[in-house]
């Protein structure tokens, strides 16, 4: 019923751009908290970073001073602005979202996020 659509990858070379985005539906309210994931072959999934449905962000140190989360409530979608992308930036990003409360919001904890896209392929060439 949650469906989670994202969109905007593609290849770029080390130092481009690009801007990931994912439009949520089937809910009646925007999610409380949203997620950019990503997973590189053989490694496991990493947080890259969050937004809650007021404006506060959290990023993994790896992408911090590059990147910038941010959502339109009314569109119900989230986007992620990747700036001075890295090879090691290569992978599959997922977008995440949860749509009820948590007592603690740890953030990036994968396990907090029950609603997930299929995920969209960045590829940073050297």
């Known amino acids: 019923q949650v469906q989670l659509v994202e969109s905007g990858g593609g290849s770029v070379q080390s130092g481009g751009s690009l801007r990931l985005s994912c439009a949520a539906s089937?809910?009646?309210?925007?999610?409380?908290?949203m997620a950019w994931f990503r997973q590189a072959p053989g490694l496991e999934r990493e947080g890259v970073a969050a937004i809650n449905r007021y404006g506060d962000t959290a990023y993994a140190d790896s992408v911090k001073g590059r990147f910038t989360i941010s959502r339109e409530n009314a569109k119900n979608t989230l986007y992620l602005q990747m700036n001075s992308l890295k090879a090691e930036d290569t992978a599959i990003y997922y977008c995440?979202?949860?749509?009820?409360?948590?007592?603690?919001?740890?953030?990036?904890?994968?396990?907090?996020?029950?609603?997930w896209g299929q995920g969209t392929q960045v590829n940073v060439s050297s």
């Open positions: 089937g809910y009646t309210s925007s999610p409380l908290y």
């Open positions: 995440a979202a949860r749509y009820t409360r948590l007592l603690v919001w740890w953030t990036l904890r994968s396990d907090d996020y029950v609603s």
